[in-house]
T-cell receptor, first 109, second 115 residues
């Protein structure tokens, strides 16, 4: 089967760094995406890793290790507005995408 | 661009009624997706279209659900008859096909409540 696992909740303080992990099991692998969703909002795309390594976009970075079927999203200099749910997702062939259950990030002052 | 547009934003209906959700994808995007999100089941892909043709509807829960895409700028998701367990947020998303990315652009969603 195909599945993604990520922690259900993470709490961190403003200004800190937080890492949200994702492990996946898929029959074919094309890349790992991350989406952010605020309460009451829609998922918005953050990043996509097709190759091993770290991709940096401002305060957010995403890492992928294909050999370990593992990736993470790294959020630096946390701000209150970063409180949201974060989903890892994998396209499984064609354009069918499977989403993880989401990690709810709480940023405390 | 206005982004993906969905209507209505909220829908409250009674069990047994027909519900039609509407979506306008981003112009130029040739893939359109319908998702359902609930606390229990998370974000589930129901069906997706490529160039107005349904490609994979394996996520459609049952025959009460149907989706159409009559042209490149409009799609509908219909539930008939609706049941309380259909209560969820339904998202439409679109993307431009191509290799190297999987960026999907989501609409604001329709929050459906079936009483």
């Amino acid at each position: 089967g195909q599945s993604l696992e990520q922690p259900s909740e993470v709490t961190a303080v403003e200004g800190a760094i937080v890492q949200i992990n994702c492990t996946y099991q898929t029959s074919g692998f094309y890349g790992l995406s991350w989406y952010q969703q605020h309460d009451g909002g829609a998922p918005t795309f953050l990043s996509y890793n097709a190759l091993d390594g770290l991709e940096e976009t401002g305060r957010f970075s995403s890492f992928l290790s294909r050999s370990d079927s593992y990736g993470y999203l790294l959020l630096q200099e946390l701000q209150m507005k970063d409180s949201a749910s974060y989903f890892c997702a994998v396209p499984t062939g064609g354009f069918k995408t499977i989403f993880g259950a989401g990690t709810r990030l709480f940023v405390k002052a | 661009d206005a982004g993906v547009i969905q209507s209505p934003r909220h829908e409250v209906t009674e069990m047994g009624q027909e519900v039609t959700l509407r979506c306008k994808p981003i112009s130029g995007h040739d893939y359109l997706f319908w998702y359902r999100q609930t606390m229990m089941r998370g974000l589930e892909l129901l069906i997706y279209f490529n160039n107005n043709v349904p490609i994979d509807d394996s996520g459609m829960p049952e025959d009460r659900f149907s989706a159409k895409m009559p042209n490149a700028s409009f799609s509908t998701l219909k539930i008939q008859p609706s049941e309380p367990r259909d209560s969820a947020v339904y998202f439409c998303a679109s993307t431009r096909g191509g290799v190297g990315t999987d960026t999907q652009y989501f609409g604001p969603g329709t929050r459906l409540t079936v009483l």
